[in-house]
């Protein structure tokens, strides 16, 4: 769980942003709860070094916001980067009702590829689900999915409904999706060109008149 320093600050819109961002600062919004958003803003460098440092659990664990002396829990809902710097543009924070169930989507993440029978005979894991979306509370958010393809064959598949969820946590589908599949190997088909016709050529010579006389 991250501890993330915030501060108010006054005005809104592209400019003000683009200034924020200039001066090192990151903008952000609080949101939720029944309550009024608040926009916030964050140090941009500050915010980089817990990302890398936190990963993806930022967006599936509860945060910790300091806006001042206030101290209050939330979820991460968006992280918005710049599609050429890959900058940070802006944030978007979310209070939530610690009794109330929040949606969220969390990581599944693939392990026993080393004890996979199918993947050593040359199949390949096809991870189809890089996400989960599951609904709970936010203490009991899992931090992610792991799907074990050990002793799994070629051919074999792990639907959602083979993945046994933590208690309290509930995945909102009617369908028996795949999440991951073990694929035969992928075999190329290699174009092979017909061999040219060798053309021969007959010569047949006149024999001469001493030989036809002969």
Not at 29 to 42: A, E, H, Q, R, W
Not at 158 to 181: A, L, Q, W
Not at 196 to 201: F, K, Q, S, V
Not at 207 to 213: L, M, N, R, T, Y
Request: charged share 30%; glycine share 10%.
């Amino acid at each position: 769980m991250a501890t993330i320093k915030a501060e108010k600050r006054e005005g809104t819109g592209k400019g003000v942003a683009r200034l924020m961002r200039r001066e090192g600062q990151l903008p952000a919004v609080l949101y939720g709860g029944g309550k009024d958003n608040v926009n916030l803003s964050l140090n941009s460098k500050d915010w980089m070094d817990i990302v890398e440092k936190n990963g993806s659990s930022l967006r599936t664990q509860r945060q910790t916001l300091t806006i001042g002396r206030a101290k209050q829990m939330v979820l991460l809902r968006g992280f918005q980067t710049h599609p050429v710097s890959g900058d940070p543009v802006h944030v978007d924070f979310m209070r939530f009702n610690p009794k109330q169930k929040v949606e969220i989507e969390v990581p599944v993440i693939v392990i026993g590829e080393d004890e996979c029978p199918g993947v050593k005979e040359g199949g390949m894991v096809e991870q189809i689900r890089r996400v989960l979306e599951v609904q709970c509370l936010a203490g009991d958010i899992p931090e992610s999915f792991e799907i074990s393809v050990a002793g799994k064959e070629i051919g074999d598949t792990i639907h959602i409904e083979d993945i046994e969820m933590p208690k309290g946590v509930v995945v909102n589908t009617d369908v028996n999706f795949t999440v991951v599949n073990i694929s035969a190997p992928v075999v190329e088909e290699v174009e092979t060109e017909a061999p040219e016709a060798i053309e021969t050529e007959v010569t047949t010579e006149k024999a001469s008149d001493e030989e036809e006389g002969s």
